[in-house]
């Protein structure tokens, strides 16, 4: 199961439920991209119990939790992802997730160059049919991560 937390309903929706915002929650993902989730789930901290509030948007709890330490711990990618004990790639989903969102600014995740670097070569490559990115990772000579590219993509 995947879930959207609905801080002003103070429970968890299922997938196809409406946040309060108006928007729609964004449909499940693949298994494969949240494979880690029930098991990190007992790790997460109860962080309205702490009394940090939650942006009103449809992040799943982990997705959340992420960007907690990011925004509010000003934890670094590489050491959330350390201190969750999941890859950093996972941490850069979660957080292109939340420039999507709105509630991340792109800025605070990567520089206005690497920015600029992969939606050039975007243009120059673009995605393969299926989304995957390999071909804007080779164009960049494999010097931006797949993760930062996923975040360059989200600040459009």
């Not at 007992?42 to 997705?63: F, M, N, R, W």
Request: charged fraction near 25%; proline fraction near 5%; charge should be positive.
């Amino acid at each position: 199961d995947c879930y959207i937390f609905a801080p002003q309903a103070n429970h968890l929706l299922t997938n196809h439920a409406t946040v309060a915002t108006g928007g729609d929650a964004s449909p499940p993902r693949p298994k494969a991209e949240r494979s880690g989730e029930r098991r990190e789930a007992s790790k997460i901290p109860d962080l309205k119990k702490q009394g940090i509030k939650q942006p009103h948007v449809a992040l799943t709890q982990t997705e959340f939790y992420t960007w907690h330490l990011f925004t509010n711990e000003k934890l670094k990618a590489s050491d959330i992802a350390a201190h969750r004990q999941i890859s950093e790639n996972t941490i850069y989903e979660h957080l292109s997730h939340s420039i999507e969102l709105g509630v991340l600014k792109w800025d605070m995740v990567i520089t206005p160059e690497i920015r600029k670097r992969v939606l050039e070569a975007e243009k120059t490559v673009g995605k393969a049919p299926d989304g995957f990115l390999k071909r804007i990772h080779l164009a960049l000579n494999s010097e931006v991560s797949y993760g930062q590219i996923r975040c360059a993509l989200a600040s459009k």
